[in-house]
């Protein structure tokens, strides 16, 4: 079964600062899908960003950039330029992709809340 | 569009009661989930359907029932609500493969 792993509970960033969440993963699959999911105190769980494990080139939206480290199974999101809206839980997920059969199933990691001060 | 919707988004039982949580979508999604979230322990499945008809146990299934009677509804419901089902309950769909999971706005369920 794969796993995921957030080692850092919370973190702080001043605003207009950079700050980098880590997520570590585990998985004997060599293809496969990778989340960051924002949660804000409303509850809802919004998608950040996501990368495809066939890719190399790393993913980026906007401010949100990720360091894609497949051998290592490593997965970090980059925050640039940080605003007070980006203060939130952050949940790392991984999906198995349908050609090897794991469905949809999303595994998540145990967050970060990130808190941003002026 | 609407998206998933899921209802009620609060919700107090005694221990014993049994309740259905709703959710809906609109997106003619293949796949839909429900997954529980607790303090310190992110998101765990609990049930999932890849549609119509067919559902399957997740991570931690015991004490929740689904069925999946149309592609657009996957309720949950819970038979006889116990203290440790205190929890906040997100229902996703997704279409099955490529595409990120869309989720509800929750539930905030609390059994006493």
């Known amino acids: 079964a794969q796993t995921v792993t957030q080692s850092q509970p919370e973190m702080s960033v001043q605003e207009a600062e950079t700050v980098t969440l880590s997520c570590t993963y585990d998985?004997?699959?060599?293809?496969?899908?990778l989340f960051w999911y924002k949660q804000p105190p409303s509850r809802q769980m919004i998608l950040v960003i996501r990368q495809e494990a066939y890719k190399q080139q790393n993913a980026t939206e906007n401010r949100f950039s990720v360091n894609f480290q497949k051998a290592a199974k490593s997965f970090s999101l980059k925050i640039s330029d940080s605003q007070l809206g980006d203060a939130a839980m952050y949940f790392c997920a991984y999906r198995s992709s349908i050609l090897t059969g794991g469905g949809n199933k999303l595994t998540f990691g145990t967050g970060t809340q990130l808190k941003v001060e002026l | 569009n609407a998206g998933v919707t899921q209802t009620p988004k609060f919700q107090v039982l005694k221990t014993g009661q049994s309740m259905t949580l709703q959710c809906a979508q609109d997106?003619?999604?293949?796949?839909m989930s429900w997954y529980r979230q607790d303090p310190g322990m992110g998101l765990r499945l609990i049930h999932y359907?890849?549609?119509?008809?067919?559902?399957d146990q997740g991570e931690v299934p015991n004490g929740y029932n689904v069925s999946r009677s149309t592609t657009e509804d996957f309720p949950l419901r819970l038979l006889s609500a116990a203290p440790s089902q205190t929890s906040v309950y997100f229902c996703?769909?997704?279409?099955f493969g490529k595409g990120e999971a869309f989720f509800g706005q929750g539930t905030r369920l609390t059994v006493v």
């Open positions: 997106m003619n999604h293949e796949y």
């Open positions: 996703a769909s997704s279409y």
């Open positions: 998985t004997s699959e060599s293809d496969y899908y």
């Open positions: 359907s890849v549609g119509a008809g067919i559902t």
